[in-house]
């Protein structure tokens, strides 16, 4: 009998499994503890297990647990990218209460780059939002809580929530009766209130308190407009992006522009001819850019100088031609990149553009699709641009701007004839590239786009 006490005693997590069997731990403890009088111990587990000496291995047992019930599930931001660690929450594209469908976007998420859609990971409905618009949110961090279960019939959409703070109706009617009770308690006060009307006459002919004349400005001093009519707005992370790396460019290269005209008679000539035939076996219409790009390919092969790029000491030289297209966006100035173009024709190169165009302008586009680019080429001519000095786009070593068509007198033959002209432009970065390549270069892209049947004959 004592060595069996004392395994009990030794083992006191087996005694607690033990008590359950017991409807009373009255005979329990007396068994356990002859001699005593009095009883030890309730009839409750709790107060066998209050007896025993408070150290850690017997609280365990008191540490509640909950479990969910797989209803609920969490829409967390992606991964965004190798060099991206965190982000902007633009914006929320569903309410709380919207009936969502799996992979729907329900917010975007602003990067330095590209504009990122955070989806819902189940159908269902959004039950709360646990970021909020403007927090800086790194990938993983939960954005909303879906609830699975929720259908259509029950959502409750933000308008139609009861307010919490709304009183009840039983509380109304109380508060109502209340303020009756009330109203009659105090008649003496009413009374005395309307026995003072000397009180209220004083206050009421209390001199009014004029309020200071502004001193009047200087005529030297500027008369600046109220801040009323000014708005400080946050700066999106796309424009920041993009002024850091424009001021870095000029603060680390040393940035030369010359310039030429180009003729736009045959080119625009080849585009008019075969516009229609161009379309209907290609799918998409012929534009110039193409035909720049082209004229572009053809200069970085002839002076390979332009499409290399300083890395501290040395000179990196590029086998390979990835032209970047300069979009501009609502949002900001994006360069989605045409690799290897050197392989493309004028079919491939427009199809190109405009997908990438457009997924730029939808704020699709993905950081892949940006990244890396030997040579950049900016038409400011779409917005109207006469002439420009376009910026270097790191870490490339030249930029080419295109401006607008504009029908001028030129000498042609001895004759003076409107001709549709444009100005070209090549900033480059005059550490690496001399103002002989960079001529020679620019001179390169003229000669093709006056003649494109040099491409074909490779002259």
């Known amino acids: 009998m004592a060595s069996s006490i004392t395994r009990i005693v030794r083992r006191p997590v087996a005694t607690l499994f033990m008590l359950k069997s017991y409807g009373h731990a009255r005979n329990f403890s007396r068994c356990i503890y002859?001699?005593?009088?009095?009883?030890?111990?309730?009839?409750?587990?709790?107060?066998?297990?209050?007896?025993?000496?408070?150290?850690?291995?017997?609280?365990?047992?008191?540490?509640?647990?909950?479990?969910?019930?797989?209803?609920?599930?969490e829409a967390v931001v992606p991964f965004m990218g190798e060099s991206i660690t965190d982000g902007t929450l633009a914006t929320f594209l569903k309410k709380p209460g919207d009936k969502v469908a799996v992979d729907e976007p329900i917010a975007q998420i602003e990067t330095d780059k590209v504009t990122i859609d955070v989806v819902s990971p189940e159908a269902g409905v959004i039950e709360k939002f646990v970021?909020?618009?403007?927090?800086?949110?790194?990938?993983?961090?939960?954005?909303?809580?879906?609830?699975?279960?929720?259908?259509?019939?029950t959502s409750v959409t933000p308008s139609e929530k009861p307010s919490q703070d709304d009183p009840k109706p039983a509380a109304l009617e109380a508060d109502k009766a209340k303020s009756n009770v009330e109203i009659k308690e105090k008649p003496a006060v009413v009374a005395e209130i309307k026995?003072?009307?000397?009180?209220?006459?004083?206050?009421?002919?209390?001199?009014?308190?004029?309020?200071?004349?502004?001193?009047?400005?200087?005529?030297?001093?500027?008369?600046?407009?109220?801040?009323?009519?000014?708005?400080?707005?946050?700066?999106?992370?796309?424009r920041k992006r993009v002024a850091t790396r424009l001021k870095d460019s000029q603060n680390t290269y040393a940035m030369l522009t010359t310039f030429n005209e180009v003729d736009m008679t045959n080119l625009m000539k080849?585009?008019?001819?075969?516009?229609?035939?161009?379309?209907?076996?290609?799918?998409?219409?012929?534009?110039?850019?193409?035909?720049?790009?082209?004229?572009?390919?053809?200069?970085?092969?002839?002076?390979?100088?332009?499409?290399?790029?300083?890395?501290?000491?040395?000179?990196?030289y590029r086998?390979?031609?990835?032209?970047?297209?300069?979009?501009?966006?609502?949002?900001?100035?994006?360069?989605?990149?045409?690799?290897?173009?050197?392989k493309m024709n004028f079919a491939d190169i427009e199809k190109t553009i405009n997908t990438l165009a457009k997924r730029a302008s939808e704020g699709t586009i993905s950081i892949d699709e940006m990244a890396g680019g030997t040579f950049t080429i900016s038409n400011g001519g779409v917005y109207g641009s006469l002439l420009s000095t376009p910026i270097i786009n790191p870490p490339q070593s030249a930029i080419l701007g295109m401006h607008s068509i504009v029908s001028r007198p030129v000498v042609v033959n001895g004759q003076v004839v409107p001709r549709p002209m444009m100005y070209?432009?090549?900033?480059?970065?005059?550490?690496?590239?001399?103002?002989?390549?960079?001529?020679?270069?620019?001179?390169?892209?003229?000669?093709?786009?006056?003649?494109?049947?040099?491409?074909?004959?490779?002259?």
């Not at 949110?137 to 259908?151: D, E, L, M, R």
């Not at 026995?195 to 030297?220: D, G, M, N, Q, R």
């Not at 550490?431 to 040099?454: M, N, S, T, Y």
């Open 195 to 238: 026995e003072k009307p000397a009180v209220e006459a004083e206050i009421k002919e209390k001199p009014k308190v004029t309020s200071p004349t502004p001193a009047k400005l200087s005529a030297s001093e500027p008369q600046l407009p109220p801040k009323e009519r000014e708005r400080r707005v946050p700066m999106p992370r796309i």
């Open 34 to 73: 002859p001699g005593i009088a009095a009883p030890v111990f309730s009839n409750s587990r709790r107060t066998f297990s209050g007896f025993l000496p408070k150290i850690s291995q017997y609280q365990l047992w008191s540490r509640s647990f909950s479990s969910g019930n797989g209803d609920l599930a």
């Open 319 to 342: 086998d390979y031609i990835d032209v970047s297209i300069a979009v501009g966006t609502p949002k900001g100035l994006v360069v989605p990149v045409l690799r290897d173009v050197d």
């Open 131 to 153: 970021a909020k618009e403007g927090d800086i949110v790194t990938p993983g961090t939960k954005i909303a809580v879906i609830s699975k279960s929720a259908s259509s019939d």
């Open 424 to 459: 070209v432009a090549l900033t480059y970065d005059h550490r690496l590239i001399d103002g002989r390549e960079a001529v020679f270069f620019l001179r390169r892209i003229k000669d093709v786009v006056e003649d494109p049947r040099r491409l074909l004959l490779d002259l």
């Open 270 to 316: 080849l585009r008019s001819d075969y516009k229609d035939a161009f379309l209907d076996k290609h799918g998409t219409k012929l534009g110039l850019m193409s035909g720049f790009v082209k004229a572009a390919v053809s200069g970085l092969q002839h002076l390979p100088i332009v499409n290399a790029v300083i890395d501290g000491e040395d000179i990196i």
